[in-house]
T-cell receptor
Framework: GQQLNQSPQSMFIQEGEDVSMNCTSS?????WLWYKQDPGEGPVLLIA?????ELTSNGRLTAQFGITRKDSFLNISASIPSDVGIYFC????????????FGTGTRLKVLA | DGGITQSPKYLFRKEGQNVTLSCEQN?????MYWYRQDPGQGLRLIYY???????QKGDIAEGYSVSREKKESFPLTVTSAQKNPTAFYLC????????????FGDGTRLSIL
């Protein structure tokens, strides 16, 4: 099955630093979603993007729907220890079915 | 509160045994999904259902079966034909229509005895 290319796969950062991650695809998507997953839990929706070029914030998180509709970016400002977890992107293709394609995840570790 | 409830949280399967994972939602969502997650990997789609009494295979349906007799419920059976069932299973739902995100339950971890 198709998967998105999400990078980086993992990153260690110092508390207070800003974090950037992205997802790219060879296909056009009409929706991008960003999730955070803690160990042993289900993914929790962080930000939903529905329009090319859209920039949306949720507290210290900001995500953008790429203008080409083939990529999306998530930024976390001033990271804190509870930001630790796995971040997934998901895109909905233009195929007309209610299916999402998921990235392989970015594992974030914050050093206090 | 509205949400998606998966049960049990942990499940153990013996060789040759079928086991069923429960997923219930009270969000009035039309579409429901089952994903499998292996360590260090993304989510892979097993089955999905867009309406009651209808479902489609995802990317890794072999060894699994589902039913959708009620809008609120989408149980997944892991059959003995699934030779490597140890994984974290996630159920999700989605309100059909424009601009609707997918929401997840808290998952069931299945292990082999």
């Amino acid at each position: 099955g198709q998967q998105l290319n999400q990078s980086p796969q993992s990153m260690f950062i110092q508390e207070g630093e800003d974090v950037s991650m992205n997802c790219t695809s060879s296909s056009i998507f009409n929706t991008w979603l960003w999730y955070k997953q803690d160990p042993g839990e289900g993914p929790v929706l962080l930000i939903a993007l529905y329009k090319a070029g859209e920039l949306t914030s949720n507290g210290r998180l900001t995500a953008q729907f790429g203008i080409t509709r083939k990529d999306s970016f998530l930024n976390i400002s001033a990271s804190i220890p509870s930001d630790v977890g796995i971040y997934f992107c998901a895109g909905q293709p233009l195929s007309g079915t209610y299916k999402y394609i998921f990235g392989t995840g970015t594992r974030l570790k914050v050093l206090a | 509160d509205g949400g998606i409830t998966q049960s049990p949280k942990y499940l153990f399967r013996k060789e040759g045994q079928n086991v069923t994972l429960s997923c219930e939602q009270n969000l009035n969502h039309d579409a429901m999904y089952w994903y499998r997650q292996d360590p260090g990997q993304g989510l892979r789609l097993i089955y999905y259902s867009q309406i009651v009494n209808d479902f489609q295979k995802g990317d890794i349906a072999e060894g699994y079966s589902v039913s959708r007799e009620k809008k609120e419920s989408f149980p997944l059976t892991v059959t003995s034909a699934q030779k490597n069932p140890t994984a974290f299973y996630l159920c999700a739902s989605l309100a059909t229509g424009y601009n609707q995100p997918q929401h997840f339950g808290d998952g069931t971890r299945l292990s082999i005895l």
